[in-house]
């Protein structure tokens, strides 16, 4: 078989996902914690190679809208990985930030978990949403959702069968990020340097780069992402794609197309629960930003 093929995310098993147009059922997320279920219905369960260490990537984030970036971020992870690791990509999964981060621009928390199970669903064959971190009753500090994954995927599960499903084994997981999420390590009291210590040394960080950001410097200059070096894949964007929520944020207030920025199913969406069009966030603010310069 080829190596490209031994990825049962790459082989097709996964390869299922209907068109965008195509009506199917989508799997919803619990809306309230009593009825909060981890989602499984695309996690691989059983290794394709034994020789492969088993990978789970979480992307935690706003995803107000999620767009065609953030479902490309798994993408470009999934290539990087089988080019440059021995890991086996056994399920991806967004984890929406809750209404408690107080972002400006952040839509209610229901409709962001909606727009990313929409654009799964209707997009891909091997991405899913976990709603969790938004059922919480504060703001969950993103070292605790990784361990909320770890929880779930190897106390609860107990890990992935291997080829014979014998026995099973204990699946890494990695957070996704893009080169902004990282840089915003190194600003004073945003992030704890037990936390950064936590989910680089226990985990690891997928990075993507961003347009006019210097990655691999700035991971030099931080002692902490320094230490914790081997554990961290720095994605190059081969294409590149800057789509930026804020942005379409504003497009949808001024009336502008979002068209081939975000699924379809999503635009419908934000159309139908008339989302953004009200908001006050400054346009000035947002042309202002750094990656706007
Ligand atoms: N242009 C980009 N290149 C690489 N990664 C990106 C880019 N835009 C966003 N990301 C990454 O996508 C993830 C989710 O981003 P998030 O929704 O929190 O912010 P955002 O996409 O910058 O949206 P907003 O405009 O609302 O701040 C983060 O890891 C972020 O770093
Ligand atoms: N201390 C922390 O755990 C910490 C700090 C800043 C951002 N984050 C996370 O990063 C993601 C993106 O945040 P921003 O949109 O502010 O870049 C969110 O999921 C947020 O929870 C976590």
């Known amino acids: 078989m080829d190596k490209a093929d031994s990825n049962g995310i790459e082989s097709g098993v996964f390869n299922t996902a209907d068109l965008e147009e195509v009506p199917h059922g989508v799997q919803r997320q619990a809306t309230v914690l009593e009825d909060y279920q981890f989602p499984t219905h695309r996690l691989q369960d ?3 190679d034994d020789s492969k260490v088993p990978l789970v990537i979480v992307a935690c984030g706003s995803f107000s809208p999620i767009t065609y970036l953030h479902l490309r971020m798994f993408e470009m992870a999934l290539d990087s990985i089988r080019e440059d690791t021995n890991y086996e ?6 984890s929406p930030v ?11 928390s229901i409709h962001r978990v909606r727009m990313c199970e929409l654009a799964c669903e209707r997009t891909s064959g091997w991405l899913m949403v976990d709603s969790w971190e938004t059922l919480q009753p504060t703001y969950t500090r993103t070292a605790l959702v990784l361990d909320h994954f770890n929880q779930e995927l190897n106390q609860n599960r107990g890990g992935i069968f291997n080829t014979t ?9 990695m957070l996704l990020a893009g080169g ?3 840089e915003s390590m190194g600003e004073p009291d945003v992030w704890a340097d037990d936390d950064l210590h936590h989910i680089l040394g226990k985990y690891g960080c997928l990075i993507v780069e961003r347009t006019g950001s210097d990655v691999r410097s700035f991971l030099l200059s931080h002692d902490i992402m320094y230490e914790h070096r ?8 081969l294409i590149y794609n800057d789509i930026s929520s804020t942005k379409v944020r504003l497009f949808l207030r001024r009336n502008m197309s979002v068209r081939y920025l975000l699924p379809n199913s999503v635009i419908r969406y934000i159309k139908e629960n008339d989302l953004y069009v009200h908001e006050t966030e400054p346009v000035k603010q947002v ?5 706007y310069r």
Not at 89 to 94: C, E, F, K, M, P
Not at 98 to 108: E, Q, T
Not at 287 to 291: G, I
């Open 46 to 48: 059983k290794m394709v």
């Open 89 to 94: 990509v056994i399920g991806g999964y967004y």
């Open 98 to 108: 809750s209404d408690f981060y107080k972002k400006k621009g952040l839509a209610n």
């Open 165 to 173: 499903s014998k026995s099973k084994r204990k699946i890494e997981i």
């Open 180 to 182: 902004d999420l990282i």
């Open 230 to 237: 081997r554990n961290i894949l720095v994605i190059k964007q």
């Open 287 to 291: 042309l202002d930003r750094k990656e």
